[in-house]
């Protein structure tokens, strides 16, 4: 059998992680942008960056994915990949960071194996060599959002059910007359151990990283400011990000977090900021409990419901232990 070996990606590894993450385009198509309108392709080498992105994000040219690889390596996470005779054939990125329970958590932000090596044992190995880098790392537990068809295949591993989220939008508007907002984009590091209490679609880290140290300097991208900093109201402290939607410029996706868990008066800070900021849509995720307390008060329209497992390593360790014994 073809041998797989497992091992840290590097900047050397782009062009083959770009291949990869190409290789598995909804209905084996490209699409071009037309005055925003999608349409399909048969020439993606002609498509602008930006428009390569939006067929998959950063992981589409070659240009974008070397800025990805090397701020998510400065920021001190890990692109792990499978390779067969030399070739790229997987890649798995593992995020790290602390959330509010005090512990040190690796995220699997990303797991992507070519379409014509899948189902062949290379997830399976990329995901285990992931265990054993965050158990390396000191990391307490192993995260991830898993697709539904696999969440079986991480529940093999140990993997449970962690976090249950709704995605929602709300409509901006000045709710709050008094609010305070200082722009800083360095404020992450100040805030450790804080609630996520809005966004939590994937690891604070990963949140952080992909949307406050990512940066393209593409028209596209600089056009409108991304917001990072904190808001003071009467009684709550919360730092925030307010993304520009992809697809929708009326809308910002909001990822925020804070000493407490999410109330109300954080909701309509918030969505008074949105409005500010000029938006008129806010999309965000909430907590399933938090949602169902808070949009009985707030304006708030449920999209979609998510889950995000994990796998405790240190439990693991202990099962380790016990059948060592
Ligand atoms: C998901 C993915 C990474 C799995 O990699 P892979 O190399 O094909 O996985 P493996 O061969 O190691 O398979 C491991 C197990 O995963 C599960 N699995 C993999 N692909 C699956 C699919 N399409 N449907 C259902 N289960 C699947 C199965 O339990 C499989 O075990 P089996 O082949 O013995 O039934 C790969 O299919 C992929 O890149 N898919 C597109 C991107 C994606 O969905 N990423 C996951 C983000 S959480």
């Known amino acids: 059998m073809t041998e797989i070996v497992v091992r840290r990606g590097g900047l050397k590894d782009i062009d083959q992680i770009v291949k990869v993450h190409s290789s598995d385009l909804e209905n084996d198509l490209w699409y071009a942008f037309p005055n925003g309108q999608r349409v399909e392709t048969k020439e993606p080498e002609n498509l602008s960056l930006y428009e390569r992105w939006l067929n998959g994000g950063s992981w589409m040219s ?76 000191g990391a307490s537990y192993l995260s991830v959002r898993p697709r539904d068809l696999l969440q079986p295949f991480y529940q093999e591993y140990g993997f449970s059910e962690w976090l249950k989220t709704v995605v929602f939008e709300a409509q901006a508007g000045p709710y709050l007359a008094k609010l305070r907002w200082e722009e800083d984009n360095t404020v992450f590091n100040k805030m450790k151990f804080w609630d996520f209490i809005l966004g939590q679609e994937q690891s604070s880290a990963q949140i952080w990283q992909i949307f406050n140290r990512n940066f393209f300097a593409l028209p596209e991208f600089t056009r409108e400011p991304i917001h990072t900093g904190v808001i003071t109201s009467d009684t709550q402290e919360t730092v925030a990000i307010f993304f520009p939607h992809v697809y ?12 407490t868990q999410a109330k109300d008066e954080h909701l309509w800070s918030i969505l008074t900021l949105a409005y500010h900021f000029g938006y008129d849509r806010v999309r965000s995720l909430l907590d399933t409990k938090q949602f169902e307390k808070l949009s009985a008060k707030l304006p708030l329209v449920e999209i979609e419901r998510q889950e995000i497992f994990r796998l405790d390593l240190k439990k693991r360790d202990e099962y380790e232990m016990a059948d060592f014994v």
Not at 248 to 259: P, R, T
């Open 248 to 259: 929708f410029g009326d809308m910002a996706n909001v990822y925020a977090w804070s000493k």
């Open 62 to 137: 070659n240009e974008l994915c070397t800025i990805y690889i090397n701020s998510l390596l400065l920021g001190g996470h890990i692109p792990i990949v499978a390779e067969i005779d030399g070739m790229v054939v997987g890649e798995l990125e593992l995020f790290f960071g602390w959330e509010s329970d005090h512990k040190l958590y690796a995220h699997i932000g990303v797991l992507q194996v070519h379409k014509d090596f899948q189902r062949q044992g290379i997830g399976t190995k990329l995901l285990q060599k992931a265990i054993s880098t965050a158990k390396k790392r």
